[in-house]
Every structure is written in structure tokens, then in C-alpha cells.
């Protein structure tokens, strides 16, 4: 269903014959708008944002409005492609004077060194994290992107794609063997846009409600999202031989109705994935460690030299990858550093476990040397 072919209608009623119910407008949607409809204001979901504006899909169709309402400091809090926004239909230009609490969102950390989180994508069931198999795969890059994924409250769901790149059968096999053991509890599936394989099973599987398509540039993201649309609606440039790496020109988060049913909100190629305040994120794409965590003697372990440790009992045992105790050890660092900019508290402990490592260390150097006696 493409935007211009929306029928005129300023009704929210919010069942099937309801222009936005393809774009995701249920009734639990309505009655969150109900508010904002007694002060006359339109329902429509942000498709498109760039510049403090952004178009918004209304039951009258697409209507450019400006976001200057609601711009605050936080940039967590702008608005997002996928907001389902309370539009002011008079005056022109039209705005933005609300939008609805999100059910979910995506949300990185910027590179600027004040940290601040980045929203890309709000209100999503389906994060679609695209890994292309034309280069060898970055089994810590996937887990980072799953991190972001669950932490944002969507289904996280792993597409191998250029899979005709890999004509082995049972090299394939191998290949999706080792993702799903990277992302316990999500899908793994590998889709050819060339030749189609993989893409009706992915097109079923988005079917009910809103997906987002994430990964690094080159990844085919623009040309999965047109397998899935059935047209070339996002531009793809031709692909680089010597490294396989696509170049597009998607530069900003678009939303889109998919003929299947579902939404879709492509987005640029990412070159940096930071975490922010992922820990429970983590957590779920390193559920085995976690598992094994809990049977720790001590609830505090770190899993460094204490006895008694489960997880490095797993190690030594060779049940546990080694790969993926660091990964993990990489991604809780790093999200710690990221919070800790934030929180004064946990700033402060982080520094006192410093402070005492460091003093451990400089024992244990001193002892190493023979030097073991205590200073007064």
C-alpha cells in the first residue's frame, strides 16, 4: 500500500478498514490518542524526519510538519521515525504537538564524548539485523547489534543475506550454525535478493507489525528492503568486486508498508553500534553466561580467579567458548563506561574498584619481587 493511495478519512476508528491499520494504528493506539482527538489534533505515524521536520502519515494522507513543539534537550526524547504523532492540522505550516509513549525503542550511543544515546527506530516488534555472508562473518559485531536489539524491547531476528555467495550447502550450514550459537533464542535465517531464496520465508515472518532493518554499510540492507517491497524503492548503486561491499544512498530512516502486510523502516549503514545502558540487553544475547553466573559460589563473581566459578569451570571444561566469555567481558565493560557518564554513582564505584585493583596489583607485584613486607 503506498502512501498516495490512502483514502481521505479523519475517523480513528481503529479497525481493519482504517487507513493507518496498515501502518500499525490498533485500538490500544486509539485510546492513547483519545486525548489529543478531543483537542482536534490528527493521528499519524512519523515516516520520515530530517531537519526539525518531518512527514507524517495521516488518514489524509502524508503532511510535511514541523517538530519545533517537540524538540527538548534530551535527545532520546525527539521525534523518531515510527512515532505515532498528534499532528495540529490547522495552520500552515502544520506541527507536531505530541507524540504517543513508545512501546519500544531503539536506541544507541553517539560517538560524541558526552555519550549521548541516539534513538534510530520506536515502536518496532522486529529487529532485522543484516549480515552479509560476502565477507567473513563478525560474530562480535552481531552480538552488539543483538544487545541493542533486546534491549529495546523488539524480537531480534539475524538475516544472512547474499546467501548465494555461498554455493556449499553444507558450508551455509556451517555458517548459520555459528550465528545462532552467537544469538541464543533468535531466528538465523539466510535469504539471496538475486535469486530470491529466503526472502518469502523473512516477508511471513515480518508480516505483523513494524521491523527495522539494521547493519553496517555494504551489508544489502537496501536491497533486501526491495525484495521485500516488491519494487525498487530504495536506491542501490552496483557492488563493489574486491570487496563485496554495497554502496547506497539511504541517508535517512524511512517507514514503509510492505505489500505482505507489516512495516518497514530501513536505515543508513551504521558505521559504529555503541551500547547504551544495555546491561539486561547483554544479558539475553549471553543467556548461557548468565545461566551459568547464577551457580556461582559467590553472587558478586567476576569471573577473573574465584573459586568456586561456574562460568570458568565451563571454560576450563571447554563448554564455554572462549570467545565468547571476552565478548562478553567487552560488551559489560564497555556498557558500564557508557552509563557511568551518566551516573555519578556507579562512577564512583567503578573509580573505588579501580583504586583496588590497582592496589592488589601493586601487592602481588611487590610479593612476585620478594619484597612482600607491609608498609605502615
Partial sequence: MSHASLHTSSSTTSDARHPLAPYGWDEAWEAEFAPYAAQGL????????????????????VVRADTTYV??????????????????????PQFVRAYLPRRTAFVRSTSSSRSEGQILAAN???????????????????????ALAWESGA????????????PDATGLSYLVDDVETTAPGVQVLPVSSATGDGVDVLAAVVSGGTSVLLGVSGAGKSTLANALLGADVMAVQAIR??????????????????????????????????LWDAEAGVGQVFSEIEELAAQCRFHDCAHEAEPGCAVLA?????????????????????????????????RAEIGREWRLRTAQGRASMEAKRGGGGRRR
Fill in 42 to 61: 490528527l493521528p499519524g505515524r512519523v515516516v520520515r524526519v530530517d531537519r526539525g521536520q518531518c512527514d507524517v502519515l495521516t488518514a489524509d494522507g
Fill in 71 to 92: 524538540t527538548p534537550h534530551d535527545p532520546l526524547r525527539v521525534v523518531c521515525t515510527g512515532d505515532w504523532a498528534a499532528v495540529d492540522p490547522a495552520g500552515d
Fill in 124 to 146: 518496532v516488534d522486529h529487529a532485522i539485523i543484516a549480515v552479509s555472508l560476502a565477507v567473513e562473518l563478525d560474530l562480535g559485531r552481531i552480538e552488539r547489534f543483538l
Fill in 155 to 166: 524480537q531480534p531476528l539475524v538475516v544472512l543475506t547474499k546467501a548465494d555467495l555461498v
Fill in 241 to 274: 568486486d574486491v570487496d563485496g561491499k554495497g554502496r547506497h544512498t539511504t541517508t535517512t530512516r524511512n517507514l514503509l508498508a510492505l505489500p505482505g502486510g507489516g512495516v518497514l523502516i530501513d536505515t543508513p549503514g551504521l558505521r559504529g553500534v555503541g
Fill in 314 to 346: 565451563a571454560l576450563e571444561e571447554g563448554a564455554l567458548p572462549e570467545r565468547r566469555l571476552e565478548s562478553y567481558r567487552k560488551l559489560l565493560r564497555e556498557n558500564r563506561r557508557i552509563v557511568a557518564k551518566t551516573d555519578a554513582r556507579l
